[in-house]
């Protein structure tokens, strides 16, 4: 990665903010390497005020990727290293991820055709967590008392967070089962902190819209033989919310893949095994980029 102008986009899910990302935007920035995480509208500190789509959530990123190149670009015009964007995304920041992907190889396309001059920015490759393009989840229905339990272990957990039966009577009988199989201290922090953070942040109209793109549908497993970057796609063999099967199927038909699937691990495996996932993103990276 040395011999080029890299920069990472590390993109959030829902609930989420740009806190949640900074496992692997610390990791970078030690590398050397800028990484930006954004809050997504309607997430964290960018607030929303009225309705919005999807759609709205890509090209506010898609205008994030112009407007840092440009900067770029006037900032280093006798440089010849074209700033490049690897981008990851955790969950819904692994859908927008595909999204932005799809755009450039499409721009990309248009381009050398003659059919649109206009340069996107350079997408170098994909790291894609707990995702897919036709994301499919198992999570049962949840009881009102496993809600209450996981308000109680959050609580708890910010009383006494050195304890472990609040995680045993009230995390492993809430919510937080779906979501984690390690119950240690360390994910009981990012729970409690990050992630109440985030649920407190995300705004009613991030709600609706995802709602409403979940009732559409939805599914880019027939675009994906258009992106031919490296990706790397990453799954938790328990994630109830987004399924290792559906991540397995987007891995399969992206040309340049690499799959890795971890188990005794739910949708939140960054703060299950944060190390090993780094470690083995740390590994990819130096052997595609």
């Given at each position: 990665?040395?011999d080029r102008r890299l920069k990472v986009l590390c993109l959030h899910g829902h609930p989420g903010n740009s806190e949640a990302?900074?496992?692997?935007?610390?990791?970078?920035?030690?590398?050397?390497?800028?990484?930006?995480?954004?809050?997504?509208?309607?997430?964290?500190?960018?607030?929303?005020?009225?309705?919005?789509?999807?759609?709205?959530?890509?090209?506010?990123?898609?205008?994030?990727?112009?407007?840092?190149?440009?900067?770029?670009?006037?900032?280093?015009?006798?440089?010849?290293?074209?700033?490049?964007?690897?981008?990851?995304?955790?969950?819904?920041?692994?859908?927008?991820?595909?999204?932005?992907?799809?755009?450039?190889a499409e721009l990309q396309n248009s381009a050398q055709n003659n059919l649109d001059p206009?340069?996107?920015?350079?997408?170098?490759?994909?790291?894609?967590?707990?995702?897919?393009?036709?994301?499919?989840?198992?999570?049962?229905?949840?009881?009102?008392?496993?809600?209450?339990?996981?308000?109680?272990?959050?609580?708890?957990?910010?009383?006494?967070?050195?304890?472990?039966?609040?995680?045993?009577?009230?995390?492993?009988?809430?919510?937080?089962?779906?979501?984690?199989?390690?119950?240690?201290?360390?994910?009981?922090?990012?729970?409690?902190?990050?992630?109440?953070?985030?649920?407190?942040?995300?705004?009613?109209?991030?709600?609706?819209?995802?709602?409403?793109?979940?009732?559409?549908?939805?599914?880019?497993?027939?675009?994906?033989?258009?992106?031919?970057?490296?990706?790397?796609?990453?799954?938790?063999?328990?994630?109830?919310?987004?399924?290792?099967?559906?991540?397995?199927?987007?891995?399969?038909?992206?040309?340049?893949?690499?799959?890795?699937?971890?188990?005794?691990?739910?949708?939140?495996?960054?703060?299950?095994?944060?190390?090993?996932?780094?470690?083995?993103?740390?590994?990819?990276?130096?052997?595609?980029?």
């Open positions: 990665m040395s990302m900074q496992i692997f935007a610390q990791y970078f920035y030690d590398l050397g390497i800028r990484a930006i995480a954004p809050d997504l509208r309607g997430y964290g500190n960018c607030k929303a005020t009225v309705n919005f789509t999807m759609l709205d959530h890509i090209q506010d990123l898609w205008d994030l990727l112009e407007s840092d190149r440009q900067s770029d670009r006037q900032d280093l015009l006798n440089d010849y290293l074209e700033t490049e964007y690897l981008i990851l995304g955790w969950s819904l920041g692994g859908i927008l991820a595909i999204e932005l992907a799809l755009r450039a206009k340069i996107a920015p350079k997408i170098a490759g994909l790291i894609l967590i707990a995702t897919a393009a036709n994301p499919r989840s198992s999570l049962p229905k949840v009881a009102w008392w496993e809600y209450a339990n996981l308000v109680i272990a959050v609580a708890l957990h910010w009383i006494v967070p050195k304890q472990q039966w609040h995680i045993e009577w009230f995390g492993k009988r809430s919510l937080i089962k779906y979501l984690i199989q390690q119950h240690t201290q360390g994910a009981y922090d990012q729970i409690s902190h990050t992630g109440a953070k985030a649920y407190l942040q995300t705004s009613r109209f991030a709600q609706r819209a995802l709602m409403q793109a979940l009732r559409r549908g939805y599914d880019r497993t027939g675009d994906l033989a258009k992106i031919q970057i490296p990706c790397l796609a990453i799954a938790a063999e328990q994630d109830r919310h987004i399924t290792a099967a559906s991540t397995i199927e987007t891995a399969k038909l992206l040309p340049n893949c690499e799959f890795i699937s971890y188990p005794n691990t739910a949708h939140l495996l960054p703060w299950e095994i944060g190390d090993r996932i780094l470690a083995d993103i740390d590994s990819w990276c130096n052997r595609q980029l």
